[in-house]
């Protein structure tokens, strides 16, 4: 059963600090992985995308990394901001162009950046 | 705006009303799919379409909830019998067949059932 499990669920860190999601999963065959940013009442919205090939990408102060060998996502914020502060869900995409259900979420950690 | 937008954003109901969700996806394209979100879960899959054909359904979609995508275009979620337990935010998004089939997610109806 394809899962993406994240940690932690929660986290508060203060603002002008970094702070590191993780992401675990277990997709099969493996397509890309993306992080999203979900402000509350929102929709999600994409930050990063990394296909198998790929192990850092940067969006700003966001940068994620992936170890397909370990089947390992992190997402890095530096020098968090107020506007950090918002749920950040790990997707995993398997290959399967007929499949509608191609997606994996993750349960999403909750950050609250506080001044 | 070419965004994915979702209609209405809240809904409040009683139990045993009948609701209707509206979404728009972005123009140009053809997947459309329905998710369900509740509070601090990663949202969960109901339903895709491409074009106007519903071509897979989540376990989750029971015999009360129904989705049409009747030209192809916008598409409309009915919930027929509203439960408490169908309070949740519900997602719509949308990708094209070509490319990174990145879904690009509307900002979704909150239905609360009192």
């Known amino acids: 059963k394809n899962q993406v499990e994240q940690s932690p669920q929660s986290l508060i860190i203060l603002e002008g600090k970094n702070c590191t999601l993780q992401?675990?999963?277990?997709?099969?065959?493996?397509?890309?992985l993306r992080w999203y940013k979900q402000d509350t009442g929102r929709g999600p919205v994409s930050l990063t995308i990394?296909?198998?090939?790929?192990n850092t990408k940067s969006n700003g102060r966001y940068t994620a990394t992936l170890d397909a060998d370990t089947k390992q996502s992190s997402l890095h914020i530096t020098a968090s901001q107020l506007s950090d502060s918002a749920s950040y869900i790990c997707?995993?995409?398997?290959?399967?162009?007929?499949?509608?259900?191609?997606?994996?979420f993750g349960g999403g950690t909750r950050l609250m950046v506080k001044p | 705006d070419t965004g994915v937008s979702q209609n209405p954003r809240h809904k409040i109901t009683k139990r045993g009303q009948n609701v209707t969700f509206r979404c728009d996806p972005i123009?140009?394209?053809?997947?459309l799919y329905w998710y369900r979100q509740t509070l601090g879960q990663g949202p969960e899959f109901l339903t895709y379409?491409?074009?106007?054909?519903?071509?897979?359904k989540s376990r989750l979609l029971s015999d009360r909830f129904s989705a049409e995508r009747p030209k192809g275009s916008f598409s409309t979620l009915e919930i027929q019998r509203t439960e408490q337990g169908d309070s949740a935010m519900y997602l719509c998004?949308?990708?094209?067949?070509?490319?990174?089939?990145?879904?690009?997610f509307g900002p979704g109806t909150r239905l609360t059932v009192l």
């Open positions: 998004a949308s990708s094209a067949r070509q490319g990174s089939n990145e879904q690009f």
């Open positions: 992401c675990n999963y277990t997709v099969s065959p493996f397509s890309n």
């Open positions: 990394m296909t198998f090939s790929e």
């Open positions: 997707v995993v995409s398997a290959m399967n162009n007929n499949a509608g259900n191609m997606l994996t």
């Open positions: 123009s140009e394209h053809n997947r």
């Open positions: 379409f491409q074009n106007e054909a519903q071509l897979e």
